[in-house]
Structure formats: C-alpha cells, structure tokens
C-alpha cells in the first residue's frame, strides 16, 4: 500500500472503497444540491457489506445520476473510471468486509476522493 491512490491494487475491499467514490462523485455532480447523498445514506452498510449495497447504488447511478450529467464528455470519463475498477475485481464484492477489510475500503475511497480533487486544483491552477 502507498499513500496516494495505486490504480495497479487488486484487493477487493480496497477497490470497493474506490468505486463507492466514484459514485458519490457522480452524484454530486449530477445532483450538485443533494441532501443526504450515497455516502451519508449507504458508507456504513457498503464498507460492511459492499456485495450486498454496491449492486443497488451502481444501479441507481445508471438509472439517476449519470444520466443527468449533461456533459458527454465527463459523462463518459466516469462510466469509464468505473468499469477500470471494476474491471480489477476478478469476482462479485465481497459480501462481508472484517474490520481489516473495512479499513482498506476506507483507504480506497479516501485515496480515490483524494485524487479528484488534486486534479480539480491542477486544473484550477492551469486557469
């Protein structure tokens, strides 16, 4: 493990901290004004028990969110973040995470929050 987001991790409980990232990050940007979004509603149950919630909230950001991101382009980039990641599990998420396996899930999502928002200050910078 490193500190900053390694995109070559295969562990399951840390891809799935990734992609419960990613889709707060759709929601957010779909739904800019959301009240409680997927990580004040569904964190805790999907860092617990990931096969069982994150099946139910990738669909709700096919059918809710992505669709409304009027952007084809940004649309795009996270459909396709999305299908990298879960392209590395190499099986269905894990249905029970142990406290070892919740801390990874942590680690993936923080270190995936982390990147976005390192790259919206680069490209804050470069304007």
């Not at 957010?28 to 569904?42: E, F, K, L």
């Amino acid at each position: 493990m490193t500190e900053k987001l390694n995109t070559e991790i295969d562990n399951p409980a840390y891809l799935c901290g990734r992609i419960m990232a990613l889709l707060a990050d759709i929601q957010q940007v779909a739904m800019p004004n959301v009240g409680a979004g997927v990580i004040q509603r569904y964190y805790g149950a999907a860092s617990a028990t990931p096969g069982l919630v994150l099946g139910r909230l990738v669909r709700l950001a096919q059918i809710g969110h992505l669709p409304k991101i009027e952007n084809d382009n940004l649309r795009y980039w996270f459909e396709k973040q999305m299908a990298q990641i879960w392209q590395r599990l190499d099986a269905a998420p894990p249905a029970v995470l142990d406290l070892e396996g919740q801390t990874l899930f942590a680690m993936g999502y923080y270190q995936q929050k982390a990147q976005r928002y390192q790259k919206s200050e680069e490209k804050e910078n470069n304007n």
